[in-house]
């Protein structure tokens, strides 16, 4: 036993090393997402970086375009007043030397000053009269002594040229800022402001105090505020687009973030149940190498048993033999004794025959096996015990199933099952056998009552386990290693209480492994 805990300990597999890699999978995909969302941040913050640049560049622009603006109406303005005086001093000379030469007339006045563009003419003296047109047109103005005066006055939107004549007479000219007002409406700060505000990216460019609560910047504004001179601006730009590849970058984020944490998930599923299975089969390596070490050691311990002692048993049980034969003054209770110490003798020969046989390589010789027929066969050779025991025989033949085995070999696997079947129920009770194909299986389910509930069936599996009093217990693992050499398996269950269930798996023809198992 100290021989087989030594070969048994080094079959322990330290998982540590394997099982962690799906932690680090996934610790790796987590860091891909956190790259992922602050890539995608940084983006953002990019993005953000570069509107502002744009609309403070574009700020200056139109900052600068306002003061230009300005300048040219200032200009536009002197320009135009300029003018206007120049004109009406001109035409003030005209109509001085006009009245000069021949008087005019009222009417003649009012008709020169629609053909020259003016609103009104009035030659103010005493030869002179006014028509009503001209008196409500033109204010009410004294005539200067030398220089001419020249004015504007907004109520009445009209531009006055006063010019004085002799003897305290003077000519007043008034020309209509009409058009000028609509021209100066289009040149000054308001209109330049709506004109502003059409242009594309540009929402509104208001005054500030302006319309304070009709604009407020909203998530699709983003405002701008410049001074111009001693005017500050309001520039709200159109953050549509700003907004909408902001959404597409959190949306591409989200994407590719789910479809990577999916994607991890899955692969580090894959990796657990890879590395579940190759620990498995290393477990199941690791106690298979164990086990033939053990059957190994078995093999040597059970050669040395059998040399050392059952040389020695077949002299004593020779021995006893030739006592009772020979030995006539021997009386019927030493004959008797004798006789049971020469059983004694057989039986352990008998365990020691058994413990060798268990101990050697399981060499099979494959020929076409007929599974049906097998169990028929020993079924046959059982009757009279069934019979005698009350135990009813079921065989499902339903499926003929051949197999390339060694006859001999599961022959004595299904015999040793059936014959512990019967042993199980030694006051009446069933066994039931079906057959069936699955795939390239052969599955082979017996079935029997049993007495007392087995809470572990596959301990009847280890060698010298059992619950019977009396046997060695290597009856089902040596069914067990006879099912593994022809590259099959032999399970145990209890289904329910009171029922032993064996099913014997076996490959059908090319699924056979012809190979030597010890």
């Given at each position: 036993?100290?021989?087989?805990?030594?070969?048994?300990?080094?079959?322990?597999?330290?998982?540590?090393?394997?099982?962690?890699?799906?932690?680090?999978?996934?610790?790796?995909?987590?860091?891909?997402?956190?790259?992922?969302?602050?890539?995608?941040?940084?983006?953002?913050?990019?993005?953000?970086?570069?509107?502002?640049?744009?609309?403070?560049?574009?700020?200056?622009?139109?900052?600068?375009?306002?003061?230009?603006?300005t300048q040219t109406v200032n200009l536009a303005e002197g320009a135009l007043k300029q003018t206007i005086q120049t004109f009406l001093e001109n035409t003030a000379r005209f109509v001085d030397y006009l009245d000069s030469v021949e008087p005019f007339s009222t009417d003649e006045l009012d008709a020169f000053a629609g053909e020259t563009g003016l609103a009104a003419i009035r030659i103010r003296d005493d030869a002179h009269e006014p028509s009503q047109n001209t008196?409500?047109?033109?204010?009410?103005?004294s005539c200067p002594d030398t220089e001419a005066t020249f004015n504007y006055f907004p109520e009445k939107k009209l531009y006055v040229m006063v010019w004085p004549r002799q003897e305290k007479s003077c000519i007043i000219l008034g020309?209509?800022?009409?058009?000028?007002?609509?021209?100066?409406?289009?040149?000054?700060?308001p209109a330049l402001l709506q004109s502003l505000s059409a242009l594309p990216g540009i929402k509104y460019v208001k005054l500030l105090g302006e319309d304070d609560e009709a604009f407020t910047p909203d998530r699709q504004t983003i405002e701008q505020q410049i001074r111009v001179g001693d005017t500050v601006l309001r520039i709200g730009f159109d953050a549509s687009r700003y907004t909408m590849r902001v959404k597409q970058i959190?949306?591409?984020?989200?994407?590719?973030?789910?479809?990577?944490?999916?994607?991890?998930?899955?692969?580090?599923w894959l990796l657990y149940r890879y590395q579940r299975a190759y620990l498995q089969r290393m477990t199941d390596f690791e106690?298979?190498?164990?086990?033939?070490?053990?059957?190994?050691?078995?093999?040597?311990?059970?050669?040395?048993?059998?040399?050392?002692?059952?040389n020695p048993l077949n002299a004593i049980s020779m021995g006893l033999q030739r006592i009772e034969?020979?030995?006539?003054?021997?009386?019927?209770?030493?004959?008797?004794?004798?006789?049971?110490?020469?059983?004694?003798?057989?039986?352990?020969?008998?365990?020691?025959?058994?413990?060798?046989?268990?101990?050697?390589?399981?060499t099979i010789k494959p020929g076409p096996v007929d599974m049906s027929e097998l169990i028929n066969d020993i079924l046959l050779l059982y009757k009279p015990h069934c019979e005698k025991q009350q135990i009813r025989v079921s065989h499902d033949?339903?499926?003929?199933?051949?197999?390339?085995?060694?006859?001999?070999?599961?022959?004595?696997?299904?015999?040793?099952?059936?014959?512990?079947?019967?042993?199980a129920q030694e006051n009446g009770g069933y066994i039931h056998i079906s057959s069936i194909a699955k795939g390239k299986k052969a599955v082979i389910v017996f079935e029997n009552a049993i007495q007392?509930?087995?809470?572990?069936?596959?301990?009847?599996?280890?060698?010298?386990?059992?619950?019977?009093?009396?046997?060695?217990?290597?009856?089902?693992?040596?069914a067990r290693r006879i099912a593994e050499a022809h590259g099959g398996t032999l399970l145990l269950e209890s289904p329910e209480k009171n029922i032993f269930r064996v099913k014997l798996t076996l490959p059908i023809q090319d699924d056979l492994q012809n190979t030597k198992r010890e």
């Open positions: 036993m100290t021989e087989q805990t030594s070969l048994t300990a080094p079959h322990r597999v330290n998982p540590s090393g394997l099982g962690s890699s799906w932690k680090i999978n996934l610790l790796v995909i987590g860091s891909l997402v956190f790259i992922v969302i602050a890539y995608s941040l940084w983006q953002i913050s990019l993005l953000r970086k570069n509107f502002r640049n744009y609309s403070k560049e574009h700020s200056q622009v139109v900052s600068g375009v306002i003061k230009q603006n008196v409500s047109l033109l204010p009410n103005l020309f209509s800022a009409a058009h000028i007002e609509r021209l100066h409406k289009q040149l000054r700060i959190w949306r591409n984020m989200l994407i590719f973030s789910f479809l990577l944490i999916l994607l991890g998930i899955f692969f580090s106690r298979k190498l164990a086990q033939e070490r053990e059957d190994a050691a078995l093999g040597r311990a059970t050669a040395t048993i059998t040399h050392e002692i059952r034969l020979e030995a006539q003054e021997l009386d019927q209770e030493h004959r008797e004794l004798a006789a049971t110490m020469r059983k004694a003798v057989k039986r352990t020969n008998s365990i020691i025959g058994d413990l060798l046989h268990y101990s050697r390589p399981v033949t339903s499926h003929s199933l051949i197999l390339l085995a060694d006859s001999e070999l599961l022959g004595q696997l299904i015999e040793n099952l059936i014959k512990n079947a019967v042993e007392e509930t087995i809470e572990q069936p596959a301990q009847l599996l280890e060698p010298y386990f059992t619950s019977k009093t009396r046997g060695t217990g290597l009856g089902l693992p040596m």
